[in-house]
């Protein structure tokens, strides 16, 4: 009887603990491991407060968000502010939808709209994939990395 009750005891004590989930602190800058296409890195900084800086650049090319963000298990979703114009615009088209980022050990990986992971991304590279032959522009790994 006593050998049970430990045994209870244990199993209940290791399921609690190994149960329990600590909320993860997600707030920092994070960057692409390398330049998508050669050109274009995205840095995304989620701050403590809930909002987000976003920043992609590249080629003759830059464009900032903010925003605010929440995580919804292993998925943070930004919603981006709208910028007011000094126009009226023709068409109001007020589509302003959330762009779906998944958690990973100290990265987050992009989404396609249709929710899948984006994998891979084609990568510029000074050596030919095989040595000798091959295209520069290869496909690897890509993830936003955390830097800080």
């Not at 890195?41 to 920043?55: A, G, I, N, Q």
């Not at 987050?108 to 091959?134: C, H, M, P």
Request: with cysteine; aromatic share 18%.
């Amino acid at each position: 009887m006593q050998k049970a009750l430990k045994a209870t005891f244990f199993i209940f004590l290791f399921h609690v603990l190994f149960s329990c989930n600590a909320t993860k602190n997600i707030s920092g800058t994070y960057n692409s491991n390398f330049a998508d296409l050669g050109f274009f890195v995205t840095r995304l900084k989620l701050k403590p407060d809930s909002t987000f800086e976003y920043r992609y650049r590249g080629d003759m090319m830059f464009d900032t968000a903010t925003g605010h963000y929440r995580i919804d298990g292993k998925k943070i979703l930004l919603t981006y502010d709208t910028v007011p114009t000094d126009k009226i615009d023709l068409s109001r088209n007020n589509n302003h939808s959330s762009h779906v980022y998944y958690i990973g050990h100290d990265k987050l990986f992009e989404s396609y709209q249709d929710g899948k992971i984006v994998r891979r991304a084609t990568r510029y590279n000074k050596w030919k994939q095989f040595i000798i032959f091959g295209s520069h522009y290869y496909k690897r790994k890509w993830y936003l990395k955390r830097i800080d």
